[in-house]
């Protein structure tokens, strides 16, 4: 199956750093999303990112196919950035996608005040 | 819209006894994912649905486990003679498959502790 690894595995910032995280991932795919998972445990969607960039306030991300990975930017960070970043993948067909995501180990990230 | 609901949130539950849980997705969502997470480590796909139809079943999916999805809209995971290996977060996830974005709305989670 699709191999996805996030780097870096551990990351820690002052507030107010920007940082940039890393996914690559081993095929074609036509699902990327990046997800924030809080100290409390819950998935939050950050992006959907099969290709191209997209921007949501201080976060971004860039997503380029062809050479399999996409970064995710945060910018200014804040302590409630903290927690557990994944990147998760999928494939399909004509445009659709197959459903299943394949998740990457995730990059922990801890920002200090 | 309430966002993806999952009942309980925590399960302790004896070894070999059975277990089930509930996902109740958006209501506009047709697909309907489960996923299991441990320690440390990322979801990991177990099943999914679109409306009523289970479209993919994953190896890790073992015969004790069997989910449902009546009529396209809640969603049940059942766990037969539970082991300890078990044990682990269990996530349901929802989507609208033919828009454009097919980003996943996840639920809280039920923690799932055998002993």
């Known amino acids: 199956g699709i191999q996805v690894e996030q780097s870096p595995p551990d990351l820690i910032l002052q507030e107010g750093a920007n940082s940039t995280l890393r996914c690559n991932f081993s095929d074609s795919v036509n699902n990327l999303q990046w997800f924030h998972q809080n100290p409390w445990g819950q998935l939050i969607n950050l992006f959907y990112i099969p290709s191209g960039t997209k921007q949501n306030g201080r976060l971004s991300a860039t997503t380029v196919a062809t050479e399999r990975y996409s970064l995710l930017y945060i910018s200014s960070s804040q302590t409630t950035d903290s927690g557990v970043y994944f990147c998760a993948v999928g494939v399909g067909a004509g445009g659709t996608s197959y459903g299943k995501l394949t998740f990457g180990q995730g990059t922990i990230l801890t920002v200090h005040p | 819209d309430t966002g993806v609901s999952q009942d309980p949130r925590h399960k302790i539950t004896k070894r070999g006894q059975n277990v089930t849980f509930r996902c109740d997705p958006i209501?506009?969502?047709?697909?309907l994912y489960w996923y299991r997470q441990t320690l440390g480590q990322g979801p990991e796909f177990l099943t999914y649905?679109?409306?009523?139809?289970?479209?993919?079943k994953s190896r890790l999916l073992s015969d004790r486990f069997s989910a449902e999805r009546p009529k396209g809209s809640f969603s049940t995971l059942e766990i037969q003679r539970t082991e300890q290996g078990d044990s682990a977060m269990y996530l349901c996830?929802?989507?609208?498959?033919?828009?454009?974005?097919?980003?996943?709305?996840f639920g809280s989670g039920t923690r799932l502790t055998v002993v």
């Open positions: 209501s506009e969502h047709n697909r």
């Open positions: 996830a929802s989507s609208l498959i033919g828009r454009a974005n097919y980003g996943y709305t």
């Open positions: 649905f679109q409306n009523e139809a289970q479209l993919e």
